[in-house]
């Protein structure tokens, strides 16, 4: 989209009656400001409003957050929330001037930002079964839903820190959220950008689905005062990617029925009015056929048992016990279509979880080292199909020959690899534990001299190799457990996988290598102790 069709667009949405009765815009911006440096846009949404048509150019800003800082990543930055009332002219007069001189001034005020480029108009609607993300910075976006223009920041280079460890961007939306009721740490791809929302005011839809018809029924509440025009809705139901209903009504103004059954699949809706303006649309919505009553009824005996405590020292407790019973009200649709698709999903989803090892089980036999072989491969396979970007990999048992079996087969030259060990030794065997050396053992050399040792005997001509290895030292950083794959740097966030044993373990015994669900969180986790141990005792081996 170019800036002239954003402002023709903008100008028919925004003619009295056409969808609104617009006076005012509320500008919300979320800002950053580095020490010294200009301010600069995080986010900002401009919502088209009603009610304060008395607005001009010398309105003040007003600050709805204190200020935000201590932004892991931003050092010296503060952050905060502005809004600013301007008149519905501003808009224009903004886009006129961005488009000339790539200046942001729609608060009255020359705000940073990337280069700002349009893209294609969109709608949205209100949340229905299926949530719509955007609606989590619109604002009260409930009704019949809004018009939104996007501007964006394609760069966005100054927001590097938060794309690296999503947990800042988590923390920033909890700040703002305090001020202003948006949450945008799951949309970072909003960062830098500028949101136009124009919400449908003139009227509200409803869609409703009579219990037992095959029709479904869309009504429209004017509001008060508003001319009255012909509408057409739309409105399909799909399953399994087939559209399984579909239809267009003739014109109405209040109501009409669709030859659309909404009982057995989520159904959408668009409004349109005569002159091919959307006036309303719902987001793919359930009809509700069956509820679960659950009854949890107290129990007159309590448990009553002792625990030792972290002294070992027993404690009593006491629990008190419910009972629960659930009952159903409604129909269910026993084994239909649907059943029988969720199993084949199901089936599905095995073989694609297998594919791209996103969950894996190792059950390794008796005299047979096959298991381990496959699980090692699996390593090896992930570390080179996402591993271009960089790999962690985060074991307290980690040794020399674990990194020689792993991430030695990274095939991506020069990216960069690290590894955390908590440096401790693998516990011994059973076998060996029960075993009766005839001799006392020479004591063992420490830890990193023994994994140097193997290094230098076995690393080769280290072409291509960026690793580092370090270990836990002294007091800094802490003992860990958990042992995981991590793809810390790629373009659509990191990436980790949970091995389920350590790396020397890998196929000995029933383990589950797993993606995990919380990537960013298990990469903050190893950043910050990878960035505890920072003295060159914690430092192993680099290959350079």
Not at 86 to 93: I, N
Not at 105 to 112: A, E, F, K, N, V
Not at 338 to 344: M, P, S
Not at 436 to 464: I, K, L, M, W
Request: proline fraction near 7%; glycine fraction near 8%.
């Amino acid at each position: 989209m170019t800036f002239e069709k954003l402002r023709a667009e903008l100008s028919c949405l925004l003619t009295p009656g056409r969808i609104g009765e617009f006076d005012h815009i509320e500008l919300i911006e979320v800002i950053g400001t580095p020490r010294g440096g200009a301010t600069i846009n995080v986010l900002s949404v401009a919502v088209l409003s009603e009610g304060r048509s008395a607005v001009g150019d010398a309105e003040e800003a007003e600050r709805l957050t204190e200020r935000i800082g201590r932004i892991d990543g931003f050092k010296d930055w503060s952050f905060g929330v502005m809004r600013t009332f301007r008149p519905v002219a501003a808009l224009d007069q903004a886009l006129a001037t961005l488009a000339v001189s790539g200046e942001w001034t729609l608060s009255g005020r020359t705000l940073g930002t990337g280069t700002l480029r349009p893209e294609p108009a969109m709608f949205a609607p209100p949340d229905g079964t299926v949530p719509v993300p955007l609606n989590s910075v619109l604002k009260n976006n409930f009704w019949a839903g809004s018009h939104v223009f996007r501007l964006t920041d394609q760069e966005k280079t100054p927001f590097a820190p938060f794309f690296a460890d999503r947990r800042r961007l988590q923390r920033l939306s909890d700040a703002v959220s305090v001020g202003v009721p948006i949450t945008f740490a799951g949309l970072a791809d909003l960062l830098g950008d500028v949101l136009i929302q124009l919400p449908v005011t003139i009227l509200v839809p409803s869609v409703t689905a009579p219990r037992g018809a095959v029709h479904s029924d869309v009504a429209v509440a004017w509001r008060s005062g508003a001319a009255r025009r012909p509408l057409a809705t739309a409105a399909r139901t799909r399953w399994d990617e087939l559209l399984t209903g579909a239809a267009v009504s003739e014109r109405f103004t209040d109501s009409v029925r669709l030859p659309v059954d909404n009982h057995r699949q989520p159904l959408e809706t668009e409004i349109w009015d005569e002159g091919g303006i959307l006036v309303g649309a719902t987001a793919s919505t359930s009809t509700l056929k069956q509820i679960a009553l659950g009854m949890h009824v107290s129990q007159h005996e309590p448990r009553i048992f002792n625990v030792p405590n972290v002294r070992g020292q027993p404690v009593a407790e006491r629990v008190e016990l419910t009972e629960t019973t659930t009952s159903f009200v409604g129909t269910s649709a026993g084994q239909d279509a649907n059943f029988w698709l969720g199993r084949r999903q199901d089936l599905e989803e095995r073989r694609r979880l297998e594919a791209t090892r996103d969950f894996v089980q190792y059950r390794p036999q008796i005299n047979s080292t096959d298991e381990q072989d496959r699980a090692l491969a699996d390593l090896r396979f992930l570390i080179n199909r996402h591993g271009h970007t960089g790999v962690d990999l985060w074991d307290p048992y980690l040794s020399a020959e674990d990194l020689l079996r792993t991430l030695f087969f990274c095939c991506h030259s020069n990216a960069p690899l690290r590894a955390l060990t908590d440096g401790r030794d693998p516990p011994r065997d059973a076998t060996q534990e029960c075993s009766t050396p005839e001799e006392p053992a020479a004591p063992n050399p420490p830890f990193p001299d023994r994994q140097r040792v193997v290094f230098e005997r076995d690393a080769g001509n280290r072409e291509g190799l960026r690793l580092e290895y370090r270990t836990r030292r002294g007091p800094k950083g802490w003992h860990f457990h958990d042992r995981f794959l991590i793809f810390p740097n790629l373009r659509d966030g990191p990436r980790a996988w949970s091995l389920g044993t350590s790396v020397n373990s890998l196929g000995k015994a029933h383990h589950i290598l797993q993606r995990v669900s919380n990537p960013a969180m298990v990469a903050g986790a190893f950043e910050d102790l990878w960035a505890a141990l920072d003295e060159p005792q914690h430092v192993v081996w680099r290959s350079w």
